[in-house]
């Protein structure tokens, strides 16, 4: 990201949610982003995604500047090149959890075998509830179906705004391990939001944002280092 401004609303109710951003998501790594509430931190990873369309500044995905992108060319990113993970799991409650994984590939017209099903949820530990609804599972399993879903069309990045937000402290360290194992051993990159400094500190690196700028970047820091830095910026 370079200089990136995301602006909302018009005249008196103009909001600038970020306020010229550049930063680096290294490949391979997990970047963290942290804030106080309102800073700007959903709006980086939206505009980051290209899910939504920045004001000024520059988003380079790879090779792909996607601020000068097509619609054609947005959409085929998101579909091919991008999975998100959300705080609320966002699964379709009618569909099983291997219908789920399907759905992302099925909507960009690509034919999805059973087996490539299979092989994604056992991926996140759950090959056996291929057959399962979302209502028959458990939070933490919910969120590893709706992680198996944004990896099974093998995106170059990973986002995740709060995904442990919604869960249990023991839920949510089954799925940290699995990120952290997916970065180590298949190197993914993730990028994720947390207002958690325990949960920060399980990244290779933590981004904070403040006002919608950058004002602290770190790297091995622990949840108490995290926190500490945290409680600077909420003064
Ligand atoms: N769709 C929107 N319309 C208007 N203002 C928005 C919108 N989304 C976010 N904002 C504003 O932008 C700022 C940053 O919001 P957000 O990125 O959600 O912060 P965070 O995720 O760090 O809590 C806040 O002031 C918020 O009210
Ligand atoms: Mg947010």
């Known amino acids: 990201?370079?200089?990136?401004?995301?602006?909302?609303?018009?005249?008196?109710?103009?909001?600038?949610?970020?306020?010229?951003?550049?930063?680096?998501?290294?490949?391979?790594?997990?970047?963290?982003?942290?804030?106080?509430?309102?800073?700007?931190?959903?709006?980086l990873l939206h505009c980051a995604a290209g899910l939504e369309v920045v004001t000024s500044g520059q988003v380079?995905?790879?090779?792909?500047?996607?601020?000068?992108?097509?619609?054609?060319?947005?959409?085929?990113?998101?579909?091919?090149?991008?999975?998100?993970?959300?705080?609320?799991?966002?699964?379709?409650?009618?569909?099983?959890?291997?219908q789920n994984v399907a759905l992302p590939l099925k909507l960009a017209g690509v034919r999805v075998s059973a087996r490539e099903v299979r092989d994604v949820l056992a991926g996140v530990g759950l090959a056996d509830r291929i057959r399962h609804r979302?209502?028959?599972?458990?939070?933490?399993?919910?969120?590893?179906?709706?992680?198996?879903?944004?990896?099974?069309?093998?995106?170059?990045?990973?986002?995740?705004?709060?995904?442990?937000?919604?869960?249990?402290?023991k839920s949510a360290r089954v799925v940290l391990d699995l990120l952290r194992d997916m970065v180590d051993s298949d190197g993914q990159t993730i990028v994720m939001v947390t207002h958690d400094p325990a949960v920060a500190a399980s990244a290779d690196q933590v981004v904070f944002l403040s006002d919608g700028r950058i004002v602290d970047r770190t790297a091995g820091l622990n949840a108490h280092g995290v926190a500490e830095r945290l409680a600077a910026l909420e003064d």
């Open 1 to 43: 990201m370079r200089g990136v401004v995301k602006e909302y609303g018009t005249r008196q109710a103009r909001v600038r949610a970020l306020d010229g951003v550049s930063t680096d998501f290294p490949a391979g790594s997990w970047t963290a982003v942290m804030g106080p509430s309102g800073s700007g931190k959903s709006t």
């Open 134 to 169: 979302p209502r028959e599972l458990s939070g933490g399993q919910q969120q590893r179906v709706a992680i198996a879903r944004a990896m099974v069309t093998r995106p170059a990045v990973l986002f995740a705004d709060e995904p442990t937000g919604a869960l249990d402290s």
């Open 60 to 98: 380079r995905i790879g090779e792909l500047d996607i601020t000068t992108s097509s619609d054609a060319e947005l959409t085929a990113l998101r579909r091919r090149q991008i999975g998100f993970v959300f705080q609320s799991f966002n699964l379709l409650g009618s569909l099983t959890a291997g």
